[in-house]
Each structure stands twice: as structure tokens, then as C-alpha cells.
Nanobody
Framework: QVQLVESGGGLVQAGGSLRLSCAAS????????MGWYRQAPGIQRDLVAR???????NYEDSVKGRFTISRDSTKNAVYLQMNSLKPEDTAVYYCNAYVRTTYFGGALDAWGQGTLVTVSS
């Protein structure tokens, strides 16, 4: 079993910053990529940012220039630095990882339980 635990969410005023953290634990051989997704009430879960094991990154257009994703492979962790937050960033943020559990092909797509980010206007 693989578990992802997010932290760092909270309430912040528009223009402020938050840093989200996610640590993976359990039956992990390697992690191909990790990312952050978000979901607001009544809205589908969408990509915010993703980073591969090689360091390549992708960002949703609305967060480019404001959010930065990074990783620490030693800790099986991923971070999301969120600056210049806007009310429309309000959502539950979920950590995701594509995890290889064995050298011989075992793999799974793991999700955290989410951390709430609320940006007030």
C-alpha cells in the first residue's frame, strides 16, 4: 500500500502565499512523477502542476508564474509553492503520484486525501 499525506493548506488573503507539502510512504520502489490537482465544489478535479522524476514540469495555465512545483526524491516528497494567491485558487488540493511498487512491473496511481486552500477576497 502507498499513502500520500498532504499538508500546508489553510486560509490566506488574496495576494498571500502558501506552501503545500506531500510525502509518499509505503511500498515504493520508485516514483515516476508527482503532481498536484485541485477540485472546487461542483468542479472536476484538474491538474495544477506535475513534475517527473527527471525534473520536467507542467503547469495549468492559470497558475503559471505564480506556482512552483518541486520535489525531494530522497524524501519521496513534492511541494507546491503558491504565491499571489487569488480567490479562484480556492479548492481542495490533492497530491498524486505514479508509483512503481516493484522492479518487475508493479505500479499504481496514488492519491492523497486532500488539503483545503481557501483564499479570501
Amino acid at each position: 500500500q502507498v499513502q500520500l499525506v498532504e499538508s500546508g493548506g489553510g486560509l490566506v488573503q488574496a495576494g498571500g502565499s502558501l506552501r503545500l507539502s506531500c510525502a509518499a510512504s509505503g511500498s515504493i520502489f520508485s516514483i515516476d512523477s508527482m503532481g498536484w490537482y485541485r477540485q472546487a465544489p461542483g468542479i472536476q478535479r484538474d491538474l495544477v502542476a506535475r513534475i517527473t522524476s527527471g525534473g520536467s514540469t507542467n503547469y495549468e495555465d492559470s497558475v503559471k508564474g505564480r506556482f512552483t512545483i518541486s520535489r525531494d526524491s530522497t524524501k519521496n516528497a513534492v511541494y507546491l509553492q503558491m504565491n499571489s494567491l487569488k480567490p479562484e485558487d480556492t479548492a481542495v488540493y490533492y497530491c498524486n503520484a505514479y508509483v512503481r511498487t516493484t522492479y518487475f512491473g508493479g505500479a499504481l496511481d496514488a492519491w492523497g486525501q486532500g488539503t483545503l486552500v481557501t483564499v479570501s477576497s
